[in-house]
């Protein structure tokens, strides 16, 4: 089965079929993800936190991002896979944005890039992958590359002013050619004004119902980042207790002198 494409979310955002997508970042869980029938894989720079341990996405490299997308990619059969460009590797020049994102896309397999912001400098930036073909999938609301600048994990767009500006990058990034744009903390009802507006699809996380998909990073969703638990959160399996369970019975296991036991070693 071919792999998705940007053009079939745009039929599904035009027949009302909700996106679901998924963040992963190695080919087992990408292979699970997959298998399950997830429209889209995000290779999400998130993978700073979640499998390097990082503090924020902000050491995160493009090599990085290689290694763990080429792996992903390995993984996934039929959904359209996306890779998060990292910190500065597009936004210090538009040249640098090509480079990175040529090289994301040449050494990975993947199809598509993401990155963050909607400023007229940004939607320059996303019109000149667009151009050379390369799909640019948005980033606006809470941009985690942005923590600092933001103050924190914070719901966008409450203050005064900030849904029209939101409205108005939104709108300058789809007129950009961006294929698709993700809304992070963006409260329910300006993220589905949002999406009734735009011609391209909506991917909310912690945006509401009323985007046209949801993302959740894998993880937090298989419960296996014990006491991140934002509200928007559900956390649709408990593999962090499974694990310590399965880990914690390994041990008792070896010390007892019960594994391996014959049936395990050989004559
Ligand atoms: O890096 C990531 O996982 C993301 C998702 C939260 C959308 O950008």
Same mark, same amino acid.
Request: net charge negative; proline share 5%.
């Given at each position: 089965?071919?792999?998705?494409?940007?053009?079939?979310?745009?039929?599904?955002? *035009?027949?009302?079929?909700?996106?679901?997508?998924?963040?992963?970042?190695?080919?087992?869980?990408?292979?699970?993800?997959?298998? /399950?029938?997830?429209?889209?894989?995000?290779?999400?720079?998130?993978?700073?936190?979640?499998?390097?341990?990082?503090?924020?996405?902000?050491?995160?490299?493009?090599?990085?991002?290689?290694?763990? /997308?080429?792996?992903?990619?390995?993984?996934?059969?039929?959904?359209?896979?996306?890779?998060?460009?990292?910190?500065?590797?597009?936004?210090?020049?538009?040249?640098?944005?090509?480079?990175?994102?040529?090289?994301?896309?040449?050494?990975?397999?993947?199809?598509?890039?993401?990155?963050?912001?909607?400023?007229?400098?940004?939607?320059?930036?996303?019109?000149?992958?667009? *151009?050379?073909?390369?799909?640019?999938?948005?980033?606006?609301?809470?941009?985690?590359?942005?923590?600092?600048?933001?103050?924190?994990?914070?719901?966008?767009?409450?203050?005064?002013?900030?849904?029209?500006?939101?409205?108005?990058? /939104?709108?300058?990034?789809?007129?950009?050619?961006?294929?698709?744009?993700?809304?992070?903390?963006?409260?329910?009802?300006?993220?589905?004004?949002?999406?009734?507006?735009?011609?391209?699809?909506?991917?909310?996380?912690?945006?509401?119902?009323?985007?046209?998909?949801?993302?959740?990073?894998?993880?937090?969703?298989?419960?296996?980042?014990?006491?991140?638990?934002?509200?928007?959160?559900?956390?649709?399996?408990?593999?962090?207790?499974? /694990?310590?369970?399965?880990?914690?019975?390994?041990?008792?296991?070896?010390?007892?002198?019960?594994?391996?036991?014959?049936?395990?070693?050989?004559?």
């Amino acid at each position: 089965m071919p792999r998705k494409t940007i053009r079939d979310l745009r039929i599904m955002k *035009e027949r009302g079929e909700p996106i679901a997508a998924l963040t992963a970042y190695d080919y087992l869980f990408a292979g699970i993800v997959d298998a /399950a029938g997830v429209d889209v894989v995000l290779v999400g720079d998130s993978l700073g936190q979640v499998v390097l341990g990082l503090d924020s996405t902000l050491p995160v490299s493009v090599d990085d991002m290689i290694r763990h /997308a080429s792996a992903v990619c390995r993984g996934v059969r039929q959904a359209l896979v996306v890779v998060d460009m990292p910190f500065l590797s597009y936004q210090t020049s538009r040249r640098d944005a090509i480079r990175n994102a040529g090289r994301l896309l040449q050494e990975t397999g993947a199809a598509a890039v993401k990155l963050e912001g909607g400023s007229p400098r940004m939607a320059d930036t996303v019109q000149a992958l667009v *151009e050379i073909g390369i799909p640019v999938m948005a980033h606006l609301g809470f941009t985690p590359q942005s923590v600092h600048g933001l103050g924190g994990a914070r719901v966008q767009g409450r203050e005064a002013g900030g849904a029209e500006r939101m409205l108005e990058d /939104a709108e300058r990034l789809q007129q950009a050619g961006a294929f698709s744009l993700v809304l992070e903390l963006v409260p329910g009802p300006l993220a589905r004004s949002l999406s009734a507006a735009l011609q391209i699809p909506t991917i909310g996380i912690g945006a509401g119902a009323g985007c046209d998909g949801q993302i959740l990073v894998l993880p937090d969703m298989l419960g296996l980042n014990a006491g991140f638990e934002p509200r928007f959160l559900r956390r649709f399996a408990d593999l962090g207790a499974a /694990a310590s369970a399965g880990v914690e019975s390994y041990v008792h296991a070896v010390r007892a002198g019960e594994y391996p036991a014959t049936e395990h070693t050989f004559e």
